[in-house]
């Protein structure tokens, strides 16, 4: 009951946030594409959300104890609120792009971005598939295993990955070249997170050291 309850405001919140986020610094709410986007974002959300609560309950208990509070490192918790406020910096822009009409994608650059979304979105929840350990904090269990297989055989932080593809696909999806941009200082933020998250889980979680080696790349195979 009390995942559902959680499930329901968490939904009805995100609606909200990107209705603001959006709708807001557009002026109007004659923005076909953000209309577009949140329909994305939701189905994106709420169908793996339902499934792990079905399937894997404990997992989902995990990712959704998040946000700057729940985190136990202060540099994590200031890292997450970089995180937010890069979320928060591409939607504004893009918004402000629609608005002032400072760029113009065609469709068909809309409808990828959607899809780098709703990619961005079905990976996270195959990475959680995968590895039921990974919550939204930064957090070691006890008797917590090092996954090495699937997508992180690939690379070591393949949640990442899904956020920064979503994160890519969003500005477009919305219309915008221009919130493009507000990558660059997202990406920093993520690869600050990682590098600190990586001091912890090498000093905390066994065999992370030996997984390493194993798999050299964080992020992007044979880049970083």
Same mark, same amino acid.
């Given at each position: 009951?009390?995942?559902?309850?959680?499930?329901?405001a968490?939904t009805?919140?995100?609606?909200?946030?990107?209705?603001? *986020?959006l709708? %807001?610094?557009?002026?109007?709410?004659?923005?076909?594409?953000?209309?577009?986007?949140?329909?994305?974002?939701?189905?994106?959300?709420?169908v793996?959300?339902?499934?792990?609560?079905?399937?894997?309950?404990?997992?989902?208990?995990?990712?959704?104890?998040?946000?700057?509070?729940?985190?136990?490192?202060?540099?994590?918790?200031?890292?997450?609120?970089?995180?937010?406020?890069?979320?928060?910096?591409?939607?504004?822009?893009?918004? *402000?792009?629609?608005?002032?009409g400072?760029?113009?994608p065609?469709?068909a650059?809309?409808?990828?971005?959607?899809?780098?979304?709703?990619?961005?979105?079905?990976?996270?929840?195959?990475?959680?598939?995968?590895?039921?350990?990974?919550?939204?904090?930064?957090t070691?269990?006890?008797d917590?295993?090092?996954?090495?297989?699937?997508?992180?055989?690939? %690379?070591?932080?393949p +949640?990442?990955?899904?956020?920064?593809?979503?994160?890519?696909? +969003?500005? *477009?999806?919305?219309?915008?070249?221009?919130? *493009?941009?507000?990558?660059?200082?997202?990406?920093l933020?993520f690869?600050?997170?990682?590098?600190?998250?990586?001091?912890?889980?090498?000093?905390?979680?066994?065999?992370?050291?030996?997984?390493?080696?194993?798999v050299h790349?964080?992020?992007?195979?044979?880049?970083?």
């Amino acid at each position: 009951m009390k995942v559902t309850v959680q499930l329901l405001a968490s939904t009805l919140g995100g609606i909200v946030f990107m209705g603001v *986020l959006l709708f %807001v610094p557009a002026g109007t709410f004659d923005y076909w594409q953000a209309w577009v986007f949140i329909a994305v974002f939701i189905v994106g959300t709420m169908v793996p959300t339902v499934y792990l609560a079905v399937k894997y309950p404990d997992a989902l208990q995990r990712r959704m104890t998040s946000g700057p509070w729940a985190e136990t490192r202060t540099v994590q918790r200031l890292i997450t609120v970089g995180i937010v406020l890069s979320v928060v910096a591409v939607g504004v822009v893009s918004a *402000l792009d629609h608005r002032f009409g400072w760029s113009t994608p065609p469709t068909a650059v809309v409808v990828i971005g959607n899809v780098l979304v709703f990619a961005g979105l079905l990976l996270a929840e195959v990475v959680i598939i995968q590895n039921n350990y990974a919550a939204a904090t930064i957090t070691v269990e006890a008797d917590q295993p090092v996954v090495s297989t699937g997508l992180y055989g690939l %690379v070591r932080h393949p +949640m990442y990955v899904g956020a920064l593809t979503m994160m890519v696909g +969003m500005p *477009l999806a919305l219309a915008s070249f221009w919130g *493009l941009l507000t990558l660059i200082p997202g990406a920093l933020v993520f690869v600050a997170r990682i590098t600190d998250e990586e001091k912890a889980l090498r000093h905390e979680l066994d065999g992370y050291e030996e997984y390493t080696e194993k798999v050299h790349y964080r992020l992007v195979p044979g880049v970083w």
